[in-house]
């Protein structure tokens, strides 16, 4: 099958990342006997500094008219680079929100998966990290506060700033569907994550995931709140199987189960919306301290290749070689700085090129 990819390097260590991702996706479409064109477009940083905006209208063309797009990192270092003494609207960060926006990515999956490899570099204590955990974060992308009014302005002679969360049932109710769905297709267990006891907006949500349930009544729908949520994750996150919950909770708690999940240089995602369109990006940043060193870990993006096969193009085969050959290069040892563990006899510290080169071997 032929295939278009449109690439999104961005900044910091993105374009490291994205060329292993590349490297594993060609592998495969040699393997496989597919043919994937890939496009490389810029957006954040570096579209700033050719074009003197984040995201070009062109750029956003570009992507529509892909089949997926494969997207490394963006941004810098706030307070150090000359991007954030710009308007908080043409900077980086505005870039990705306006695509995510544009393209109608509404639907933010980020899988958190403990493999047994790499247990210790879990900051959990070992009896819980030795259970394991496999959660998949459902993170609605494009309403709450990111997308709401905001503004700052002097009211009395003081400064104040106004951010506004705001959610439509339309826009609860088909994440909503997407998380029973794929909670269907996984252990049926959902977890709704809101703050009902303080916000409207997360009443809303609980009143509609309980009306939307009504239609999956295989899954198991359990409300939670999102502080309860944060602590429940440390203390006992194989309980989880799906969580859903709104854009910013979902920021913060992808964080947190990319930690416990080993680093941020694991967790890849998958933004996409009702047909079979989608983005997909690591979860972790642009790590501008490491930047051009080659030491990044690429598994986040390699794996979100892997989501891209499995989810754009339902090439499932193709996506299961990807992750399959992930596993047996951790089995066997090879890691990248992040996963190092020290002290551990028998593991082999790869570069950056060297672990995309490993997972291409690994694959066929
Ligand atoms: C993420 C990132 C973005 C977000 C930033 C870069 C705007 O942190 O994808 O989690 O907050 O969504
Ligand atoms: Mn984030």
Redesign the pocket.
């Known amino acids: 099958m032929n295939y278009k990819i449109v690439t999104i390097p961005g900044d910091g260590i993105g374009p490291e990342i994205v060329r292993e991702a590349q490297k594993v996706l060609e592998k495969v479409a040699n393997v496989y006997g597919h043919n994937f064109t890939f496009e490389k477009v810029l957006m954040g940083g570096c579209s700033i500094d050719a074009y003197g905006v984040p995201l070009t209208d062109e750029t956003i063309e570009k992507c529509k008219s892909a089949d997926a797009v494969l997207m490394g990192s963006?941004?810098g270092k706030v307070g150090v680079s000359k991007w954030y003494e710009l308007p908080a609207d043409k900077r980086p960060?505005a870039g990705?929100?306006k695509l995510r926006k544009s393209l109608g990515l509404f639907c933010n999956l980020r899988p958190a998966h403990l493999y047994p490899e790499l247990k210790n570099a879990c900051p959990l204590k070992e009896s819980i990290a030795e259970k394991g955990f496999d959660v998949m974060m459902v993170r609605e992308?494009t309403g709450g506060l990111?997308f709401g009014t905001r503004k700052t302005e002097i009211v009395d002679g003081e400064e104040v700033a106004i951010d506004t969360l705001e959610y439509h049932d339309y826009e609860i109710r088909r994440i909503a569907k997407k998380a029973f769905e794929i909670a269907g297709k996984r252990n049926k267990k959902l977890t709704s994550v809101d703050k009902a006891n303080v916000l409207d907006s997360s009443r809303l949500w609980r009143k509609i995931f309980k009306e939307v349930s009504k239609d999956y009544p295989e899954v198991t729908l359990e409300d939670a709140l999102v502080d309860s949520t944060a602590m429940q994750l440390v203390r006992n996150p194989a309980q989880f199987d799906v969580v859903a919950t709104e854009?910013m909770f979902g920021?913060i708690l992808?964080?947190e189960m990319a930690e416990i999940a080993g680093s941020l240089g694991m967790l890849p995602?998958a933004s996409l919306r009702e047909d079979s369109f989608g983005l997909y990006?690591p979860?972790g940043?642009s790590a501008p301290d490491i930047a051009g060193k080659n030491i990044a870990n690429p598994l986040a993006t390699i794996l979100s290749a892997a989501m891209l096969l499995r989810y754009s193009f339902n090439l499932s085969e193709e996506a299961d070689a990807i992750e399959n050959a992930v596993e047996k290069a951790l089995a066997q040892g090879y890691r990248t700085g992040d996963i190092l563990e020290e002290g551990v006899e028998g593991l082999k510290l790869l570069h950056t090129d060297e672990m995309g080169d490993k997972i291409a071997e690994l694959i066929g």
């Open positions: 963006i941004g960060e990705l929100l992308l990111y854009n920021d992808s964080d995602s990006e979860s940043g």
